[in-house]
């Protein structure tokens, strides 16, 4: 499968953006789909996690309450809204999806990755 971010850009602190990941394959929708960031001098880190079927998702401490992961599996497309943006959200967001059906948390879990789209937040 393979995946591609969009939606990243330059916002205040405060400001929302929505980021896309489309997918293509047939079987993208049996997958949970994940977003990681990456900042500079830091490790990659999952942000949010979907099932397959939506119905489960998983959010980091740092982003609850102000994320939220969808997906449209007839679209092959996967959603992060970002809401209430602070400076520390500022990173590489990368799409992933487990297409080794590992149910994992960490990037070795996830085999599919898109390319990244970048998201700068200033104060």
């Known amino acids: 499968v393979q995946l591609q971010a969009s939606g990243g850009g330059l916002v205040q602190a405060g400001a929302s953006l929505r980021l896309s990941c489309a997918a293509s394959?047939?079987?993208?929708?049996?997958?949970?789909t994940g977003w990681f960031r990456q900042a500079p001098g830091k490790e990659r880190e999952l942000v949010a996690r979907i099932s397959w079927s939506g119905y489960n998702t998983y959010y980091a401490d740092s982003v609850k309450g102000r994320f939220t992961i969808s997906r449209d599996n007839a679209r092959n497309t996967v959603y992060l809204q970002m809401n209430s943006l602070k400076p520390e959200d500022t990173a590489v967001y990368y799409c992933?999806?487990?297409?080794?059906?590992?149910?994992?948390?960490?990037?070795?879990?996830?085999?599919?990755w898109g390319q990244g789209t970048l998201v700068t937040v200033s104060s």
């Open positions: 394959g047939r079987t993208f929708n049996t997958y949970t």
């Open positions: 992933a999806a487990d297409n080794f059906y590992s149910g994992g948390y960490l990037p070795r879990d996830f085999g599919s």
